[in-house]
């Protein structure tokens, strides 16, 4: 049977509520999902199998994504569209498959590949002018994120478990834009920033995180802000 | 579909989850949640405890289905909100609300709390409190829901006599259904029109109307509604498995034990039927464990047919079996052979004493030697660990018999080390509570002082496997499980106090109670004392036969 083992990449988006489970969580829901759908999938060998299913670098907790990946070991080949259909119908609807391919059984984790991240912070969203004590108009926004990128030191203090320390992202920020939207009816306009970082298991540093230290604000209030990791991919 | 206000409600949520622990607990939308717009009989369940504790509550999972199976009535859930996010509800004034539709609680018609421990009451008041709802059912009119309660602790309800409309008293799968055909018929009846028309229906206890009550059982338990398609938490929570009950009441008369006496009589499903609601809950959850609940699970009938038959059912799907509940002395060979598949780290027992005399004394007839063969089998057998339950302050303990708990573990322990193994024995160990219904019911409780000091003896001879509740919240849960009605005021003084989620350590206050007990001129050593024999008790007024 051994010969017949095959490895389904999946695509899926996590949104709206599902953006507050942690990745632990996601896991636990797949396992589950899986295991309703019926899916012939593999299960891990010692005292707690579980089903074969693999993940690139968790999405931190809070975080929309349109563009997450899985990779199933199932025990035999199933239509793409199949699978999806069958397990889309027990995933919550705030999660969507968007496509399925299979890929070499030993082609490289989905943690050794995907090291690319695209996100998007709508800042303001929803949080008109009275309500957001952040939105002083873009133009300081804009100064400091310009300031950043062109500045060759690019070291933010960053807490990890071990304490507080000064870390250099010079290595790990490709990108970071401000665009404005024009402005809508009433006179006021939605602002996106977008980011490109490299993300790896060596340096794992929160893009909200770096944006607060960025832009000088505290962590606690950029929390109401809403970030989208819009795209994963190899650099 | 959600109208706009569930909508706003919604998106203000979202807003603030960011800012506190395990948003998870407040999303709601789990599979086999079932969202329903709108039925004649609208029902919250309300669990006074956070929701890591509550969705592990089988009776829930079990009320849930049968009420939304009803056409014409559907069943929400709202638990305990964590402490950051009572301030953040409080902060932006948003009232407490059901998980399936983000309703308030008020605009239910019952709001059905259960009362499993007395560490949760405060929590009652917390809930109803944040949720706008008169606390004292003098005052709820017309326009609030009726607030009603079931659970272990409405065995004796008077403590909270004066909160609730009415009490349940017993096992609640067909009483829920009288609950709602009477309900529909009486809602457009005044206050005391509609409790009164619920005095006729056997069980329910409605402290305006004073009468003796009878507790509630489903007869044929064989075939009465399991629970076969709970919601499955985003989260993960306690007991995190499918659950279902294998048997109700126990047929063994120790002493100390309430559950034994009111869940009799003994019932048990048969194997087949066991088997049929296993397979339907793994299709419905995905769970990859099934707990077969019971209060002692080697009294069930052929208790090694029923464990083969699991594992040759579920074993090759990955489906691992837990039995949580196994009584010493009918722990065999057989039974361990027949465990072994089960994957257990270690085994459970409860001696809880250390000598024999004290023992055969709450009627727990083993031996200190019985104890040690089956030490014997459970080690042969593979197993490393066992944990071992004890109670300390029962009656005519003296110290000597807490000191032969520690010569027992070592007992133990050298037994393990004969066979050149090196075994862990861990305890659990709590204060005896005089419970109603039981032999004990008229003794009186150990004090706070004598408690403490054979509590610490035991931490000081057997370190860190020793895991202890701590008396002071034993005093507090005897308290109130021996109360009467006065106590249903210094709950509320306690909670203005600032008294919550006392079942937890972390806001867990002593000094907090004793202040309330003084505020309302109330002894609480008054409940805890020796009752006379001809003494008429709160509880009486529920009959278990």
């Not at chain 2, 809602?187 to 409605?206: A, H, M, P, Q, W």
Request: hydrophobic share 40%; charged share 25%; with cysteine.
């Amino acid at each position: 049977m051994e010969h017949n083992k095959v490895k389904l990449r999946v695509k899926f988006t996590k949104e709206n509520l599902l953006r507050f489970i942690s990745h632990l969580d996601l896991v636990n829901l797949f396992c589950r999902a899986v295991r309703r759908a019926n899916i012939p999938i593999e299960y891990s060998s010692g005292y707690n199998p579980r089903p074969k299913i693999g993940f690139s670098f968790a999405l931190p907790l809070g975080m929309v994504s349109l563009s997450e990946y899985a990779d199933f070991i199932l025990l035999e080949k199933l239509d793409e569209k199949i699978f999806i259909e069958s397990l889309s119908k027990e995933l919550p609807e705030d999660m969507r498959l968007l496509n399925a391919n299979y890929v070499l059984l030993n082609s490289p984790s989905l943690t050794s590949t995907l090291n690319l991240a695209k996100y998007e912070v709508i800042i303001g969203q929803g949080d008109r002018q009275g309500d957001c004590p952040l939105f002083w108009g873009l133009s300081p926004f804009k100064d400091k994120l310009d300031k950043f990128m062109n500045n060759p030191d690019k070291t933010v203090l960053h807490r990890s478990k071990k304490g507080i320390k000064k870390t250099d992202i010079s290595d790990i920020i490709k990108d970071i834009n401000l665009i404005q939207d024009e402005d809508d009816a009433e006179g006021i306009a939605d602002a996106v920033i977008t980011m490109q970082l490299k993300i790896s298991d060596k340096k794992n540093i929160r893009p909200q995180e770096i944006l607060a230290a960025i832009l000088n604000i505290s962590e606690k209030d950029i929390l109401r802000w809403s970030f989208t990791r819009t795209e994963l991919s190899i650099e | 579909m959600l109208n706009n206000k569930q909508k706003e409600l919604k998106y203000s949520m979202m807003k603030i989850f960011p800012y506190v622990t395990k948003p998870g607990r407040y999303l709601g939308n789990e599979i086999n949640s079932v969202h329903k717009e709108n039925a004649d009989v609208k029902i919250v369940l309300a669990f006074p405890d956070v929701y890591e504790v509550g969705m592990s509550y089988l009776g829930f999972k079990i009320l849930y289905e049968i009420i939304n199976s009803r056409t014409d009535s559907l069943a929400e859930r709202v638990y305990a909100p964590w402490p950051d996010m009572l301030e953040e509800l409080n902060k932006n004034n948003v009232p407490l609300f059901s998980l399936e539709s983000w309703r308030p609680l008020r605009d239910f018609d019952i709001v059905g709390f259960t009362l499993q421990s007395e560490l949760c009451f405060t929590n009652v008041v917390l809930m109803l409190e944040y949720s706008g709802i008169p606390v004292l059912a003098k005052d709820r009119n017309e326009k609030e829901p009726l607030i009603i309660a079931g659970g272990s602790c409405c065995f004796n309800p008077e403590p909270l006599a004066e909160i609730f409309d009415f009490f349940v008293i017993g096992e609640g799968e067909e009483i829920i259904n009288e609950i709602i055909d009477v309900y529909k018929k009486n809602k457009d009846k005044n206050r005391v029109e509609l409790l009164k028309s619920f005095v006729r229906i056997e069980g329910i206890y409605v402290p305006s109307f004073y009468d003796v009550i009878k507790k509630r059982i489903v007869s044929d338990f064989e075939n009465a509604p399991a629970s076969i398609k709970p919601p499955v938490p985003y989260i993960n929570i306690v007991h995190d498995r499918f659950t279902l009950e294998i048997m109700r009441g126990c047929r063994w008369n120790c002493r100390f034990c309430m559950s034994g006496n009111t869940c009799k009589p003994v019932r048990a499903r048969s194997i087949n039927t066991l088997i049929e609601i296993g397979k339907l809950g793994i299709k419905n959850t995905g769970y990859d464990e099934i707990s077969l609940l019971s209060l002692n699970t080697a009294d069930y009938k052929n208790a090694e047919n029923l464990i083969s038959e699991f594992t040759k059912t579920f074993h090759k799907d990955n489906v691992s079996i837990s039995l949580p509940s196994l009584r010493i002395d009918l722990f065999s060979k057989e039974i361990a052979c027949s465990i072994r598949k089960l994957r257990k780290p270690g085994l459970t027992f409860a001696p809880e004493t250390g000598t024999d005399r004290l023992r055969k004394a709450i009627n727990k007839n083993i031996s200190n030697d019985e104890l040690f063969n089956i030490a014997d089998v459970v080690f042969d057998s593979g197993w490393n660990l066992i944990k071992l339950y004890f109670m300390v302050g029962l009656p005519t303990e003296t110290f000597s018999d807490v000191e032969k708990i520690v010569h027992l573990i070592k007992k133990i322990k050298d037994i393990g080390k004969a066979k050149n193994r090196n075994v862990q024995i861990h305890l659990g160990v709590a204060a005896f509570i005089p419970k109603p219904h039981t032999y004990f019911q008229f003794h009186s409780m150990d004090s706070l002082s004598n408690l403490k000091e054979k509590i610490n003896f035991l931490i000081k001879k057997l370190g860190e496997n020793v895991k202890w509740h701590n008396p002071e919240q034993s005093f507090i849960e005897a308290v109130f499980a021996r109360g009467d009605r006065k106590l249903s005021a210094c709950l509320i003084s306690a909670y203005k106090l600032g008294c919550k989620f006392d079942a937890w350590n972390e806001y867990f206050n002593f000094e907090l109670w004793q202040k309330a007990f003084k505020e309302c001129s109330i002894d609480p050593l008054f409940y805890l004392r020796e009752r006379k024999s001809d003494e008429v008790l709160p509880w009486s007024i529920i009959k278990l036969s």
